[in-house]
């Protein structure tokens, strides 16, 4: 049968879907249900830093647009993180909740995939300000309370935190030696992706002893409502996550694992669906980050990406994940040598249409600006070989797939 488990600093994971923190994973509940779904690891995000340790709770706020209903399937463009919030004298805030919640998840999902422990909002050894922990100490704690793993949390303000690691980058490195020294279990570097090079910190994070490192698409935007004329509901700029920035996710992890072979790397952004995980492992991910996904779905949906995951691997003669990572590396180009191989190329041969798919809908003939396509009646689209310059568009937009050009 197909082995779909994961290999990671010496832990064994049943698969490789890693839930990312979110409001999904704020309960032990949600945490056991992901775990018991298929889930790999769990990335648990209870109260963390300063505020826990003065009893309040940060409640991070999400807001789905460009309206409520783009929620909705079909109509789905993003997620957006509207900051967060402090709720004071709330006794759950404390950090030994935390710990306690941690051994809680432990012990009732006992025998599956890792907890991870999410710590952040912290400072590092030597500049602890106030009653904040150290990164080191939340590191010790997380281990001792029976986390599998400690992801630090520095990707907070994404264009912040990735111009911080660029200007300051002994903070990085500093958070990272100081959480490995403090404990022994797998450290993950969750990284930013706006604001810096996200291959050079991935680069630094590793050469600083992080076991992993989890690159998140996340970025600035800004969503304006032209009824009211402002941003509606919550303020202005924040950070912008959905399934469009799977492409993204999916360019900096193949150049990451190019620049690094070994690190193991869990991207997150975008993930809406099985074949997405596929596509993250093609390019050499060890695990793909998911979020949105749950949140919007469910995770009633990680059992059946695993079965549907497992089914194509077998199609395609797959034994073990090893034998999907980093598959279609080698097969990509970056744009120079794009450019480079369309030059090479001789003229475009242009578009032919096959008549029995063709239904004369004129769709092709409606987006053809160089008057290539013409439908006359009734009768099926012809094309004007002389006028047709092999742009494309017609091709992605028929109905029908009445439309064929030459494989490149």
Same mark, same amino acid.
């Given at each position: 049968?197909?082995?779909?488990?994961?290999?990671?600093?010496?832990?064994?994971?049943?698969?490789?879907?890693?839930?990312?923190?979110?409001? *999904?994973?704020?309960?032990? %509940?949600?945490?056991?249900?992901?775990?018991?779904?298929?889930?790999?690891?769990?990335?648990?995000?209870?109260?963390?830093?300063?505020?826990?340790? /003065?009893?309040?709770?940060?409640?991070?706020?999400?807001?789905?647009?460009?309206?409520?209903?783009?929620?909705?399937?079909?109509?789905?463009?993003?997620?957006?993180?509207? &900051?967060?919030?402090?709720?004071?004298?709330?006794?759950?805030?404390?950090?030994?909740?935390?710990?306690?919640?941690?051994?809680?998840?432990?012990? @009732?999902? @006992?025998?599956?995939?890792?907890?991870?422990? $999410?710590?952040?909002?912290?400072?590092?050894?030597?500049?602890?300000?106030?009653? %904040?922990?150290?990164?080191?100490?939340?590191?010790?704690?997380?281990?001792?309370?029976?986390?599998?793993?400690?992801?630090?949390?520095?990707?907070? &303000?994404?264009?912040?935190?990735?111009?911080?690691?660029?200007? +300051? !980058?002994? #903070?990085?490195? $500093?958070?990272? /030696?100081?959480?490995?020294?403090?404990?022994?279990?797998?450290?993950?570097?969750?990284?930013?992706?706006?604001?810096?090079?996200?291959?050079?910190?991935?680069?630094?994070?590793?050469?600083?002893?992080?076991?992993?490192?989890?690159?998140?698409?996340?970025?600035?935007?800004?969503?304006?409502?032209? +009824?009211?004329?402002?941003?509606?509901?919550?303020?202005?700029?924040?950070?912008?996550?959905?399934?469009?920035?799977?492409?993204?996710?999916?360019? =900096?992890?193949? /150049?990451? @694992?190019?620049?690094?072979?070994?690190?193991?790397?869990?991207?997150?952004?975008?993930?809406?669906?099985? +074949?997405?995980?596929?596509?993250?492992?093609?390019?050499?991910?060890?695990?793909?980050?998911?979020?949105?996904? !749950?949140?919007?779905?469910? #995770?009633?949906?990680?059992?059946?990406?695993? @079965?549907?995951?497992?089914?194509?691997?077998?199609?395609?003669?797959?034994?073990?994940?090893?034998?999907?990572?980093?598959?279609?590396?080698?097969?990509?180009? %970056?744009?120079?040598?794009?450019?480079?191989?369309?030059?090479?190329?001789?003229? #475009?041969?242009?578009? =032919?249409? %096959?008549?029995?798919?063709? *239904?004369?809908?004129?769709?092709?003939?409606?987006?053809?600006?160089?008057?290539?396509?013409?439908? +006359?009646?009734?009768?099926?689209?012809?094309? $004007?070989?002389?006028?047709?310059?092999?742009?494309?568009?017609?091709?992605?937009?028929?109905?029908?797939?009445?439309?064929? /050009?030459?494989?490149?």
């Amino acid at each position: 049968m197909t082995d779909l488990t994961v290999q990671f600093a010496g832990l064994e994971l049943p698969s490789p879907i890693f839930v990312g923190a979110g409001p *999904n994973t704020r309960t032990v %509940e949600t945490c056991v249900e992901a775990l018991r779904a298929g889930a790999g690891a769990v990335e648990f995000s209870g109260p963390c830093g300063a505020g826990s340790a /003065r009893g309040e709770v940060r409640v991070d706020q999400f807001q789905f647009l460009p309206s409520k209903k783009d929620a909705r399937p079909g109509r789905y463009f993003g997620l957006a993180s509207t &900051g967060g919030r402090h709720k004071a004298d709330i006794p759950e805030g404390r950090i030994e909740v935390k710990m306690e919640r941690i051994a809680e998840i432990k012990r @009732r999902s @006992r025998g599956l995939g890792a907890l991870v422990a $999410n710590i952040g909002y912290v400072g590092y050894r030597g500049g602890r300000v106030g009653e %904040e922990f150290s990164w080191g100490e939340m590191a010790r704690l997380s281990q001792e309370a029976g986390a599998d793993a400690v992801s630090l949390h520095l990707n907070t &303000g994404q264009s912040l935190a990735g111009r911080l690691m660029v200007e +300051e !980058p002994d #903070y990085l490195r $500093n958070v990272v /030696r100081e959480a490995k020294a403090a404990c022994s279990i797998p450290i993950i570097a969750k990284l930013p992706m706006e604001g810096c090079d996200p291959v050079a910190v991935c680069r630094l994070a590793a050469e600083a002893g992080a076991d992993a490192v989890a690159p998140v698409a996340r970025y600035v935007g800004l969503h304006i409502d032209i +009824e009211s004329e402002t941003v509606p509901d919550w303020g202005g700029y924040h950070g912008f996550g959905g399934p469009w920035s799977l492409p993204i996710t999916t360019a =900096w992890t193949g /150049r990451i @694992r190019r620049d690094d072979p070994r690190t193991a790397i869990i991207p997150g952004g975008g993930v809406m669906s099985w +074949e997405d995980v596929a596509r993250l492992l093609l390019v050499g991910a060890t695990m793909a980050q998911v979020c949105t996904w !749950p949140i919007l779905k469910g #995770y009633g949906v990680l059992p059946q990406a695993l @079965r549907r995951l497992r089914k194509w691997m077998e199609k395609k003669g797959y034994q073990s994940l090893d034998d999907v990572r980093g598959k279609s590396l080698p097969r990509l180009k %970056e744009s120079g040598e794009l450019w480079a191989r369309y030059w090479e190329r001789g003229p #475009y041969e242009g578009i =032919w249409i %096959e008549g029995e798919r063709c *239904n004369g809908c004129g769709a092709c003939a409606h987006v053809c600006f160089f008057d290539a396509i013409h439908v +006359e009646g009734e009768s099926k689209a012809r094309v $004007n070989a002389a006028k047709c310059v092999g742009c494309g568009c017609c091709f992605y937009l028929c109905p029908t797939d009445a439309i064929q /050009r030459p494989e490149d």
